[in-house]
């Protein structure tokens, strides 16, 4: 097992506080407040309180670090500092239907060499509450469930494959677009999953759960550590033009060498159709 470095262990710190709180708050769905911010998204108390207790946490581990926030917005970094990537509460709707599949993703974004843009995505952590469980990643380290290696699957054919996605909902996404990708896939593959949390999607891949993953309309919260612990567990993640972007949001498709292959083909296939 690879050493877990201090900032790991500073963010699983952190994710563990805030999931502790959603579990309580997840066994007392019903007593919480819930805001509209806009058509079929929704903000919890839980997810606020998720979000304080992670800036607090880290703000006093790591002074002077930026953070991208998925309700707090941008904060800037001092000049130099790296900055968090935070979504508190990836899974909100699932959260409050009651259905126990949600998680709290952190990830590290540097400075690129002599700019102040920003650069590579160096460190992630997803945290799932309910099953307790940290997939957690470093660049040039690989990824781990806890202090197990994840691989990606190494299934090559479409035939044996179990894919993930996302759907587009109220006000999200191109309706049209994922129906034609939909159409092509399926068809060709053994199963595919909708399960509503895209970090926990892209972790279950590193971990040989899936197979392969496609979607759009994403942020860098849903995605920054999820992109990671693909690659760092062997896998390939790139946009629909097959781009292998530092942060893989607004289009994903991510799998195997040979699964990223045929799932590109296919999305290509289906969007000029």
């Known amino acids: 097992m690879a050493a877990i470095s201090g900032l790991i262990r500073v963010m699983e ?3 563990r506080k805030a999931g502790a709180r959603l579990r309580r708050d997840f066994g007392e769905i019903e007593n919480l407040q819930v805001s509209r911010k806009g058509p079929a998204d929704f903000v919890s108390k839980a ?9 607090d946490e880290l703000k006093a581990a790591r ?4 953070y991208l926030l998925e309700e707090g917005g941008e904060i800037e970094a001092e000049p130099g500092q790296p900055r968090f990537i935070i979504d508190p509460l990836d899974g909100t709707s699932n959260f409050l239907h009651g259905l126990p599949h949600f998680a709290i993703s952190i990830a590290v974004q540097e400075r690129k060499l002599g700019s102040d843009e920003w650069g590579e995505v160096t460190a992630g952590v997803i ?8 997939f957690w990643a470093e660049k040039t380290r690989g990824a781990w469930l806890q202090d197990a290696r994840l691989r990606v699957s190494g299934r090559r054919q479409l035939s044996e494959a179990l894919i993930a996605t996302g ?12 129906t ?7 068809p060709n593959v053994a199963g595919i999953r909708r399960y509503g949390a ?3 999607d892209l972790a279950w891949l590193a971990a040989g759960r899936f197979d392969g993953f496609w979607e759009s309309d994403l942020s860098a919260w849903d995605t920054a ?3 990671l612990l693909v690659r760092e567990a062997g896998g390939f993640v790139s946009d629909y033009r097959g781009r292998s972007l530092t942060i893989c949001d607004k289009q994903v498709i991510a799998g195997n060498d040979q699964m990223h292959s045929r799932l590109h083909k296919l999305v290509t296939e289906a969007l000029k159709a």
Not at 47 to 55: K, M, P, V
Request: a negative charge; one cysteine or more.
């Open 13 to 15: 710190k952190a994710a």
């Open 47 to 55: 997810d606020e309180a998720s979000e304080r207790i992670l800036w």
């Open 63 to 66: 002074p002077g670090w930026g």
């Open 127 to 134: 945290y799932q509450p309910i099953t307790d469980e940290t």
């Open 167 to 178: 759907t587009p909902y109220q006000g999200h996404g191109n309706f049209s677009e994922w």
């Open 180 to 186: 034609r990708i939909f159409g092509r896939v399926g």
């Open 198 to 200: 895209a970090s926990l």
């Open 225 to 227: 550590a999820g992109c």
